[in-house]
């Protein structure tokens, strides 16, 4: 069955970096598209990035351009958001997400989500 | 940005009421690219339905999609106690959004 398990969440200074990880297994991981999501504390969702699955293609969130990157590899069927000059508005639970591909790219599988607390 | 504004942003009903949720778009949502999450506390969102009005494997045929253009419906015929949770629209069409949430609370 399909899986997707984050990791690398935890408490980091405002300013500081961390990378997400998202480790897909029970499907071909290389033709999807793979999105992460995050949620503030008690807030709704909000889209962050997306990759496509050749790679060459990303897309990220106004709130997060130029500070965040997504990458994946397919030989190791992981995801990954590298996060830089992290803010206080950081703080979220981020999910890794499918993209259902094919006409219809909404997000048929989640992970369960790792916790970021941007704090001094 | 297509920003989706959900109403209303609690619902209060008793298992075995319908609930009607609503989703309203800043600008039309081309070929219907709209979907429906559930969300329990604690656990991460599952798709219920997609492309406006279809269920999503696993999804019960109490759940039910409708809309298109900037007006969208989730509706849920008869509430089972797990039915009661928040539920998030979100548009496809054009990059990815999601509405605020409506959560569906027991009466």
């Known amino acids: 069955h399909v899986q997707l398990v984050e990791s690398g969440g935890g408490v980091v200074q405002p300013g500081g970096s961390l990378r997400l990880s998202c480790a897909a297994s029970g499907f071909s991981f290389s033709p999807y598209a793979m999105h992460w999501v995050r949620q503030a504390p008690g807030k709704g969702l909000e889209w962050v990035a997306v990759i496509w699955s050749d790679e060459s293609n990303k897309d990220y969130a106004d709130s997060v351009k130029g500070r965040f990157t997504i990458s994946r590899d397919n030989s190791k069927n992981t995801l990954y958001l590298q996060m830089n000059s992290l803010r206080a508005e950081d703080t979220a639970v981020y999910f890794c997400?499918?993209?259902?591909?094919?006409?219809?790219?909404?997000?048929?599988?989640w992970g369960q989500g790792t916790l970021v607390t941007v704090s001094s | 940005e297509i920003v989706l504004t959900q109403s209303p942003g609690t619902l209060s009903l008793s298992p075995g009421e319908r609930a009607t949720l609503s989703c309203r778009a800043s600008q039309s949502v081309r070929s219907n690219y709209l979907a429906w999450y559930q969300q329990k506390p604690g656990q991460a969102p599952r798709i219920v339905i997609y492309a406006a009005g279809s269920r999503a494997t696993g999804t019960p045929d109490r759940f039910s999609g409708s809309g298109s253009g900037t007006d969208f419906t989730l509706t849920i015929s008869r509430l089972e106690p797990e039915d009661f949770a928040v539920y998030y629209c979100?548009?496809?069409?054009?990059?990815?959004?999601f509405g605020q949430g409506t959560k569906v609370g027991i009466k």
């Open positions: 979100q548009q496809y069409d054009d990059s990815w959004t």
């Open positions: 997400a499918r993209d259902a591909s094919g006409n219809y790219h909404y997000f048929d599988y």
